[in-house]
């Protein structure tokens, strides 16, 4: 079987955004690859540098993220970025090969270095992200990666780098990885924003109870410009649709289509359409909370422990390819 690698750093639960942006694929996959999740702990430090306590407690959340939405511990093989060395090894071994500015050039990196105000107050591990994700793939081979729209410009340089090491090993080492954008490349927060984030408390998340969606929800940003309910509203890039589309089941969009006329002739209410919506989310979610709930009550140490076992074997016998490759043994 071919292999897909992906995964998520722990710095905070996961959300709406990333089920559609990513977790939806890993679920319909999972029988047809080889799956490697990876929980980059490591990465985390780039944000978390400052509370590195919370790293553990956030992998466990994202753990049960994962495996609530229906990936099977069986079929896929979950693993802690710090249980594996030879990614380390690997990453030291690629950024030999990516010059300074290069780094600095990914699109990504710059828009949250802006973003975030950060100015040059980042650290190396932060520009060197990257390279270390570049790891994190080729260290099992992988071919397919599923993402979200703004890692697009990782993976990238990770074909960048595969491309490099194969020139020296005359041979194709390595695949060069293709991404796999979701359904939604990115997700608007529930306050409109594009960007979606634990940090600008926007977001509803898997692990949500259905009164902390339906609080999220009825808060969420609509239209402006709409004063009260007989007024006209505009559907477009309204949050509040923009959801609708997005997870309303099949039997429902005939209800999506008929609130958004109504809506845009001021026949409707913003309440009545956000209750609508918080039915919508909660249909999706009540699985999810309950498979939650099972696994927590499993041992989650053993499926890492075994994860990183397998990946440890793989991640070895690529690690002394490189080598190989390069003239290092």
Do not use: W
């Not at 690859?33 to 553990?56: C, G, M, Q, R």
């Amino acid at each position: 079987m071919k292999r897909i690698l992906t995964g998520d750093t722990p710095t905070g639960r996961l959300h709406l955004g990333h089920f559609v942006g990513t977790l939806e694929n890993r679920v319909k996959l999972q029988n047809e690859y080889e799956v490697f999740i990876i929980l980059a702990d490591t990465h985390a430090l780039t944000t978390l540098s400052e509370v590195p306590e919370k790293i553990k407690e956030y992998t466990k959340e994202v753990l049960l993220d994962n495996l609530s939405i229906g990936l099977d511990p069986k079929k896929v093989t979950f693993f802690k970025e710090s249980d594996v060395a030879e990614i380390y090894e690997l990453a030291s071994i690629f950024s030999m090969y990516v010059s300074h500015n290069r780094a600095l050039r990914n699109p990504t990196i710059k828009d949250e270095i802006a973003s975030k105000g950060l100015g040059d107050l980042f650290s190396l591990g932060f520009i060197n992200y990257p390279i270390y994700q570049a790891a994190d793939i080729l260290c099992v081979k992988a071919e397919l990666v599923p993402v979200g729209k703004d890692q697009e410009a990782h993976l990238e340089q990770t074909r960048e780098i595969a491309r490099v090491i194969n020139k020296f090993a005359k041979s194709e080492l390595f695949p060069e990885p293709k991404a796999l954008i979701g359904r939604v490349g990115k997700l608007v927060g529930t306050d409109g924003n594009p960007k979606m984030g634990k940090s600008l408390n926007n977001t509803i998340y898997l692990s949500d109870s259905k009164e902390e969606v339906e609080k999220k929800v009825m808060g969420m940003y609509t239209d402006p410009k709409r004063i009260h309910a007989n007024d006209p509203g505009t559907v477009d890039g309204n949050p509040v649709f923009v959801y609708l589309d997005t997870f309303a089941s099949e039997a429902d969009l005939k209800k999506v289509e008929d609130f958004k006329t109504r809506y845009q002739k001021g026949e409707v209410g913003d309440v009545e359409v956000k209750k609508f919506l918080v039915e919508v989310l909660n249909s999706l979610l009540e699985p999810i909370r309950k498979k939650r709930l099972e696994f927590k009550a499993q041992d989650l140490d053993a499926i890492l422990k075994e994860g990183a076992e397998k990946t440890r074997r793989i991640a070895g016998e690529t690690l002394n390819q490189v080598k190989e490759s390069l003239s290092l043994v």
